[in-house]
C-alpha cells in the first residue's frame, strides 16, 4: 500500500484553467503539507496542516487555496493557472510534535501550464 | 527565502569510491535531515542528526554537523550504480511549534555514479 498517495501523476492543462490535485495518506499521521519543486529541483514549502488545521502558509498567491477534509487528506486547488505554476507538486506527511520529525513523501505531481 | 546551499550541485564518480555532499544553512536549528530523490520519483529520508550531535552514522551513510560553521557533511562509503540520484539537506528551524515541522530544504546535489 503506498503510504502517501497524490492524484493526478501528470497534469497538462491551458492557462486561466482551474485544476485540483488530491492527497491521501494511509500513515496515521497528523501533520500533511505541499511542497513546490521547480525545474531547477528547488523545493519550497507552501502549506502545512496538522489535524486539519492550516500551520504553514509561504506567502503563497491566493490563487492556491489548500483543503483539508480530515487529517488523511490535503487536496491543492489552484485557480487561473498562469506558466509560472508549471512544476511538481509534492504531498507530504509527518507525525505530529517533537520538531524532529521526518517527512514522508509522495511521488509527486506534474503540473504543466501551456 | 532558501536556508540550505549545498556543493557541490553535481558530482560524477565512479563504483566503488566515496562521495562527499556539503550542506551549509543560515539560521539556528533544531536538527538536519538529509534526503534522496530519485529521478522522476518522491524524496526518500535518510538520516537525521540533531543539533546536539556532531556525527552520526546509518548503513554507508556518515553525517556530520558543525553548528558553529552552519554547515553538514554527508559521505557515501562505497558508492553504488543505485545510488545515483539528488540529495537535499534541509533544516528544522529552532522554536518550531506550530505541530510536525518545518523543513526547509537546499538546492541539492545530483551524483551520477558510474559502473
Known amino acids: 500500500d503506498t503510504a502517501v498517495s497524490q492524484t493526478p501523476k501528470y497534469l497538462v492543462t491551458q492557462m486561466g484553467n482551474d485544476k485540483s490535485i488530491k492527497c491521501e495518506q494511509n500513515?496515521?499521521?497528523?501533520?500533511m503539507y505541499w511542497y513546490k519543486q521547480d525545474s531547477k529541483k528547488f523545493l519550497k514549502i507552501m502549506f502545512s496542516?496538522?489535524?486539519?488545521?492550516?500551520?504553514i502558509n509561504e506567502t503563497v498567491p491566493n490563487r492556491f487555496s489548500p483543503k483539508s477534509p480530515d487529517k488523511a487528506h490535503l487536496n491543492l486547488h489552484i485557480n487561473s493557472l498562469e506558466l509560472g505554476d508549471s512544476a511538481v507538486y509534492f504531498c507530504?506527511?509527518?507525525?505530529?510534535?517533537?520538531?524532529?520529525?521526518?517527512?514522508?513523501f509522495g511521488a509527486g505531481s506534474r503540473l504543466t501550464v501551456l | 527565502s532558501q536556508q540550505g546551499e549545498e556543493d557541490p550541485q553535481a558530482l560524477s564518480i565512479q563504483e566503488g569510491e566515496n562521495a562527499t555532499m556539503n550542506c551549509s544553512y543560515k539560521t539556528s536549528i533544531n536538527n538536519l535531515q538529509w534526503y534522496r530523490q530519485n529521478s522522476g520519483r518522491g524524496l526518500v529520508h535518510l538520516i537525521l542528526?540533531?543539533?546536539?550531535?556532531r556525527e552520526k552514522h546509518s548503513g554507508r551513510l556518515r553525517v556530520t554537523l558543525d553548528t558553529s560553521k552552519k554547515s553538514s557533511s554527508l559521505l557515501i562509503t562505497a558508492s553504488r550504480a543505485a545510488d545515483t540520484a539528488s540529495y537535499f539537506c534541509?533544516?528544522?528551524?529552532?522554536?518550531?511549534?506550530?505541530?510536525?515541522?518545518?523543513?526547509?530544504f537546499g538546492t541539492g546535489t545530483q551524483l551520477k555514479v558510474e559502473l
Open positions: 500513515l496515521g499521521h497528523d501533520t
Open positions: 496542516y496538522n489535524n486539519k488545521e492550516l500551520i
Open positions: 534541509a533544516t528544522a528551524p529552532l522554536g518550531f511549534t506550530g505541530g510536525g515541522n518545518k523543513l526547509t
Open positions: 507530504a506527511s509527518t507525525s505530529g510534535g517533537t520538531g524532529a520529525n521526518v517527512l514522508t
Open positions: 542528526i540533531r543539533s546536539n550531535e
